[in-house]
């Protein structure tokens, strides 16, 4: 006798189960001190190697400095995958974006034969306006000597729009009567903050903003969506992470920092992805510490070594100009750092400026009143910090390919920050061209 059996039930959560193996993992990239490590040179070499480069927060306070060949460009806001013609470029809703500055860079690029049709943004993401950076600059005069030396773009006003619910998305561009009255609220309701500063009348920041938006909307997605159907469809995708760990809104040197979250976690909100969308995250760590602005730096070198590392490694602000201060590497930051992004592996840049320095020290260990203390400690002022000295090494090291090659006293500076931070080292960048990498 046949026997019938009923046909399987198929439940829609098991057909998503049998397409999950189908889908990528997004990879992360984030700076793991205070910001310009050299994650754009990184980003640029990882990026050969992924279909879509996105970028989860912060706005142009960032700067980036690639070069390959004879291209050496500066980028703000654009992912630092863009001399990769085949990625595709995204900017996530978790970014605040100045239109200006975004179309000036879209020109720049474009003037030096990069196809920027392959710029993508999403439509959450903030606009940043000419009041946001007039704000900043009030709100730094009104703190007077605790300045927190902002790169003035009008960053922190921005974010502080969009968490009151206030800010404007690039969704919002769209409605032009909608925007006028947004707009008008906004500078309403800082009339006395922004009394003094010089702002272009309403009616002006409307209409310059609504030009920009005509000209940029054919950029602008749906962010969520645009994400998840890369993912869905198994391309490869690299998330770029800007400004630093350690400038984190959340767990930086409070309030010295952004007003971003800049670490790994942020890319899942900034982004519109769960934290199981996500692979490896490299951190990119310079072989010292620099740090523009304000804000404690335990292992600052505030005498001739600092001014060493700072003329060597060309230490000054791509965004103000302004010169990094500098400090030995910091294997306390460091691990914190580890901890805060849950690390797969880290990528040292800047090795080379170390070349010719007799003595290097890492800074490995904090303590307070003779007591052992960690990061949480930085801004305490009775912070001491202890100092491991190695030995330097004297000649160029920017024509080695291979870690194996490197000086012995360089391999053992590698080792050392690999042990203190526990986390292993998958490349060494002893150089600005793409093509000055240790491995
Ligand atoms: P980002 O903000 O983290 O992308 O870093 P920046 O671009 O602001 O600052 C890093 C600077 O160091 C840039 O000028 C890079 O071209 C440069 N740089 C990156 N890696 C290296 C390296 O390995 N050696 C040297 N000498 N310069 C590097
Ligand atoms: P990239 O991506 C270094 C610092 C500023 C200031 C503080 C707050 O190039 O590494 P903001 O304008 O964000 O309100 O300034 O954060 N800062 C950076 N420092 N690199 C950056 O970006 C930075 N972005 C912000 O100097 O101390
Ligand atoms: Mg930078």
Redesign the pocket.
């Known amino acids: 006798m046949e026997s019938r059996r009923a046909a399987p039930v198929r439940h829609e959560w098991q057909e998503r189960r049998r397409n999950e193996a189908r889908v990528s993992k997004a990879d992360i990239i984030v700076?793991i001190q205070?910001?310009?490590?050299g994650?754009g040179r990184i980003v640029d070499l990882y990026a050969q190697d992924y279909d879509v480069v996105a970028r989860f927060g912060?706005g142009d306070?960032?700067?980036?400095q690639i070069k390959v060949g004879d291209t050496d460009i500066a980028l703000r806001i654009v992912p630092s995958g863009v001399l990769n013609p085949s990625v595709e470029l995204f900017i996530g809703g978790g970014t605040v974006v100045s239109l200006s500055g975004l179309l000036d860079e879209l020109e720049r690029l474009g003037k030096i034969g990069v196809d920027v049709s392959r710029v993508k943004i999403s439509d959450r993401a903030h606009v940043v306006f000419p009041y946001h950076a007039a704000a900043?600059r009030a709100n730094e005069r009104a703190r007077g000597g605790d300045a927190?030396?902002?790169?003035?773009?009008g960053?922190?006003p921005a974010y502080t729009d969009k968490v009151a619910r206030t800010g404007i998305t690039f969704a919002d561009l769209r409605d032009a009567d909608g925007l006028a009255a947004k707009v008008r609220r906004n500078l309403d309701s800082r009339r006395a903050l922004l009394a003094a500063e010089e702002l272009p009348f309403p009616d002006e920041i409307v209409r310059s903003a609504s030009e920009a938006a005509a000209r940029l909307a054919p950029h602008v997605v749906d962010g969520v969506g645009y994400m998840h159907d890369a993912l869905e469809s198994g391309r490869r995708v690299l998330i770029e992470g800007?400004?630093?760990s350690l400038?984190d809104v959340g767990y930086g040197t409070y309030p010295?920092?952004?007003?971003s979250h800049t670490i790994a976690g942020g890319a899942c909100t900034g982004l519109g992805l769960g934290p199981t969308a996500i692979g490896r995250v490299v951190g990119v760590v310079k072989a010292y510490c620099t740090r523009?602005?304000?804000?404690p730096f335990p292992s600052e070198l505030l005498d001739q070594q600092g001014e060493r590392l700072r003329v060597a490694g060309g230490e000054f602000g791509?965004?103000t100009g302004r010169p990094r201060r500098c400090g030995w590497f910091d294997a306390v930051a460091g691990r914190y750092a580890v901890r805060l992004n849950g690390l797969s592996a880290l990528a040292i840049t800047k090795l080379d400026v170390l070349s010719g320095l007799d003595r290097i020290g890492i800074v490995t260990g904090y303590s307070v009143d003779g007591s052992r203390v960690g990061f949480a400690q930085a801004a305490n002022p009775r912070l001491r910090v202890e100092i491991e000295e190695m030995d330097g090494w004297s000649e160029p090291i920017s024509h080695v390919r291979r870690v194996a090659d490197l000086p012995k006293a360089a391999q053992r500076y590698v080792a050392r920050i690999e042990e203190l931070l526990a986390t292993p080292v998958e490349l060494v960048s002893v150089g600005r061209e793409r093509s000055e990498l240790a491995r």
């Open positions: 700076g205070w910001g310009d490590e994650k912060g306070n960032a700067g980036h900043d927190i030396g902002t790169t003035g773009r960053i922190g800007a400004q630093g400038l010295f920092v952004t007003s523009v602005g304000a804000g791509t965004v």
